[in-house]
Every structure is written in structure tokens, then in C-alpha cells.
């Protein structure tokens, strides 16, 4: 029973991740695919940019952390770590972030003036 219930955990843990994984991806293409018009829009691209970075950052940080059953754990904690991780991302964006997303703006913006 133990054996079952560990390998339904790390398949819900792996579907998790590539559900995140999936949603970066797709999430990246909409960031490039050329519809970025105006400055508000390539500050808002950046910005979710770097929140994107530092949800994958913030995942594989989390990937070596086991839940405690006596505090939580379970199936539960599995499905909704990735969506903690990716509010910590937002919030950690919102507080200041790491520099990524005026860069990312500032290539948008270069981009654009290059194709004017």
C-alpha cells in the first residue's frame, strides 16, 4: 500500500511540473509572438517574464523539500506547491523582482524601434 501511495505522489508531483512546465512554454510564446504594441505592454511582458524566472528558479529550490505528514504533506500539498511557487514568483516580482524584467522590457522596446 505504501509502495502505491509513493508512486501516485511522484506522479502527481511530475504531472505538476510538466503542467507548469507546459504553461511556461505557452506563456513564452504569447511574450514573443509580436503583439507587443505599446510600452504598457512591454513592461506587463517583462514582468511576467521574470515572474516566470523565478517560478522555475523557485521550483527545482522546492523540488529537494519532502512534506511532513504530521503537519500537512499529502497529495494535496503535491498539487498545490506549484501554484504557491508561482504566487511566491508574482510576489517577489511585485516586491522589486532581480533586474530581468527591465531588461526584458528594454529588448522589447529596442526591438520595436528597430522594426519602426
Do not use: C
Not at 503542467?19 to 504594441?37: M, P
Not at 511566491?88 to 516580482?93: E, L, P, V
Amino acid at each position: 500500500m505504501a509502495d502505491s501511495s509513493t508512486a501516485l505522489m511522484a506522479q502527481a508531483q511530475a504531472s505538476a511540473q510538466y503542467g507548469a512546465q507546459n504553461n511556461a512554454t505557452a506563456r513564452v510564446n504569447a511574450l514573443t509572438n509580436g503583439h507587443i504594441k505599446t510600452k504598457e505592454e512591454a513592461v506587463k511582458a517583462g514582468n511576467e517574464f521574470e515572474s516566470m524566472f523565478l517560478g522555475q528558479m523557485l521550483n527545482h529550490m522546492f523540488a529537494g523539500i519532502e512534506t511532513n505528514e504530521m503537519f500537512g504533506g499529502g497529495h494535496g500539498e503535491t498539487m498545490m506547491r506549484s501554484m504557491l511557487v508561482e504566487e511566491y514568483a508574482k510576489q517577489m516580482n511585485r516586491a522589486g523582482g532581480i533586474g530581468i524584467a527591465d531588461a526584458v522590457t528594454r529588448e522589447i522596446l529596442k526591438i520595436q524601434e528597430g522594426q519602426k
